[in-house]
């Protein structure tokens, strides 16, 4: 297919997750053994036993890519998301949210199985967040209900690195990731977080060497993939790897190498810090909104920069500001 | 029961409700026909449509005499609620929620019938909130299975006005509050909203008269049930009628009638006005807790002003920050 006949900028595919954020504390975290700023996966009854202990919650739809996705569409991107509930009330909560931005979710919820995904995520006064996931009727997705056709629409890929955490999901991946570059189109990865690297570097490490066009990780991510003691040395090992890599370090900004240099972005302060869900969610969302339409690597590392630095601002990983607004605020 | 074997400050009665918090705007109230500030009974299918038109939601238990009752619990205050859930997932999340600060719970949930009660929110710009609310499972709530036991622990019976929109309800209620008035306890009364004044008129008149303690009203609600001009006339009508009468009035604070005397207290601003959501539920919170702690009645008025100043700093009906720490911080 041609890239005049694509109706997407940009199809995720990710786990399809609902959000719930509870106000926590370190000692909580450390009373059940939970690593500050990691992702931990919990099966039905662990997830059962920590949500009873938390305080209380507050929903909302969630998952790595769905966020970068729901963000894209709301910016004015054509995107559609592709992940698995189950046809329960939190499923039809996550299908609402993603649709009524404007992006395209059409993957048929599993009629029986584990309920639909949950994270719990412990926010704590530092705004750290902590995220507890129960990854229930989202590994379900597998390569033969993948929507392919859906992928075809688009110009971009874009994965989270989580998916590698079900095998039926990772197959769906790559499945989706060969259908991709052989239609012409372009395949971004997020690494998603540092323990998951941990989890997968082997695959991780061959994917981005031959399969990867734009690469997005944060700063604790890169350096566990490369094993490097610092951020500079992680720098020289991405370079030529894939044709842009996009490095986030938190207050520290973050850096986009491609076309042959190095671009530092400055972070934005909107506002206090409240809550870094969906902070790299939100960059890569801006991120990719830039590429798509054709802007300069700087810019789109700008428009990542500054969707970040909004969702920070706020509880949860949705912005709930217009996003086009704050754009023509801040990058005119 | 004697008081001194109670082991609750207060017991309250209402629907358990999961709030879809949806930001909004005056176009979308002017599409649909809802009134702004008010609430509207929907059935299930204008639940369904109203929610696939609206924006992405967040999602945090609610309910009027939950809200009030959570509130308390955060305080301090030993609280219980009698309301009816589904066994579904949101029932779960509103069960969790209450629980979580410390207040009793233990209505048990319908194994059939309608879902979750959800309560759509819609906030605009002007951090004023209209609600669309599909009833579901708390109407099912009636005399047979209410928890007598649980309001006889109790010194002072919580009732919200919205209970008379089901006739079962209805009917619970008053069981309940014969129960109350026979151990020699109080019964309090919310009024709800001044649409529901108006569909149950003649039952809230007969109802103050010689029923209830402690009477709940914001200025709409309480010149909707006298049909007053203005505030001052409705402050004369309610003058002997119960007790105490507390009567809000947003931005302009609120009034504490009783013992013979007037307390005009004044509203606290503690951050930009975010949402309106549960301004009275935590107004109720506040001054029952001072109510139960034997609190002079301004101060009672003053502790219900705060509580109600912080919850409309922040997205719906739950507050997310230490009630206690704030009533050390501003009332000492």
């Given at each position: 297919?041609?890239?005049?006949?694509?109706?997407?900028?940009?199809?995720?595919?990710?786990?399809?997750?609902?959000?719930?954020?509870?106000?926590?504390?370190?000692?909580?975290?450390?009373?059940?053994?939970?690593?500050?700023?990691?992702?931990?996966?919990?099966?039905?009854?662990?997830?059962?036993?920590?949500?009873?202990?938390?305080?209380?919650?507050?929903?909302?739809?969630?998952?790595?890519?769905?966020?970068?996705?729901a963000g894209l569409a709301q910016l004015g991107g054509r995107a559609g998301f592709i992940g698995r509930v189950r046809d329960d009330q939190l499923?039809?909560?996550?299908?609402?949210?993603?649709?009524?931005?404007?992006?395209?979710?059409?993957?048929?919820?599993?009629?029986?199985?584990?309920?639909?995904?949950?994270?719990?995520?412990?926010?704590?006064?530092?705004?750290?967040?902590?995220m507890c996931t129960y990854l229930g009727a989202s590994v379900d997705l597998d390569?033969?209900?993948?929507?392919?056709?859906?992928?075809?629409?688009?110009?971009?890929?874009?994965?989270?690195?989580?998916?590698?955490?079900?095998?039926?999901?990772?197959?769906a991946f790559l499945a989706a990731a060969e259908v991709m570059r052989s239609a012409g189109g372009q395949v971004a990865l997020s690494l998603s977080d540092a323990f998951c690297v941990e989890r997968h570097r082997d695959s991780f490490l061959e994917l981005v060497d031959g399969h990867v066009d734009v690469l997005f990780a944060n700063e604790a991510e890169i350096t566990a993939l490369y094993r490097c003691n610092d951020f500079e040395?992680?720098?020289?090992?991405?370079?030529?790897?894939?044709?842009?890599?996009?490095?986030?370090?938190?207050?520290?900004?973050?850096?986009?190498?491609?076309?042959g240099r190095v671009h530092h972005i400055p972070p934005y302060v909107l506002g206090p810090l409240v809550d870094t869900t969906g902070a790299g969610d939100l960059y890569a969302a801006g991120f990719l909104w830039g590429l798509c339409r054709g802007e300069p690597l700087e810019r789109c590392g700008q428009l990542g920069s500054l969707c970040a630095g909004q969702v920070i601002t706020q509880l949860g990983p949705r912005p709930r500001v217009s996003l086009p607004d704050l754009v023509t605020k801040h990058l005119g």
């Open positions: 297919m041609g890239s005049d006949t694509r109706t997407l900028d940009v199809v995720g595919i990710g786990n399809a997750i609902v959000d719930v954020l509870v106000t926590s504390d370190d000692a909580f975290l450390e009373a059940h053994g939970l690593s500050k700023g990691g992702m931990s996966l919990v099966n039905a009854e662990q997830a059962q036993q920590l949500y009873a202990a938390a305080g209380p919650g507050l929903e909302t739809s969630g998952g790595s890519a769905a966020n970068t996705l499923g039809a909560i996550f299908s609402h949210d993603i649709r009524s931005v404007g992006a395209r979710f059409e993957t048929p919820a599993a009629l029986d199985g584990p309920a639909t995904a949950r994270c719990l995520i412990l926010v704590t006064p530092d705004a750290q967040r902590t390569p033969d209900d993948l929507d392919l056709y859906l992928v075809r629409q688009a110009g971009l890929l874009y994965l989270e690195g989580y998916l590698w955490d079900g095998e039926a999901a990772k197959r040395a992680a720098i020289e090992q991405v370079k030529g790897r894939c044709s842009i890599a996009v490095l986030t370090r938190g207050a520290l900004g973050s850096v986009v190498i491609g076309e």
